[in-house]
């Protein structure tokens, strides 16, 4: 009988222990996943300037090229 309350002890602190460390994986996991899509927010952010400096751009070389074809 005490063998098997030790062993019922012991698979709990097992279980216990097993259950953490999974916790902490995920919660590892789920942080990394935030700083992911953190970054491509400020990526998607930033792409509405790029694209509008783009346009500027394209406009400006159009313009020297129509005053070079003069």
């Not at 992911?36 to 159009?62: C, G, T, W």
């Amino acid at each position: 009988m005490t063998s098997e309350i030790i062993v019922a002890i012991v698979s709990l602190l097992g279980t216990a222990l097993g259950s953490y460390s999974g916790f902490r994986v995920m919660s590892y996991r789920v942080k990394q996943l935030e700083i992911k899509v953190e970054k491509h927010n400020n990526f998607a952010q930033r792409m509405p300037v790029v694209e509008e400096k783009l346009k500027v751009a394209d406009h400006r070389i159009s313009d020297l090229e129509e005053e070079i074809k003069k």
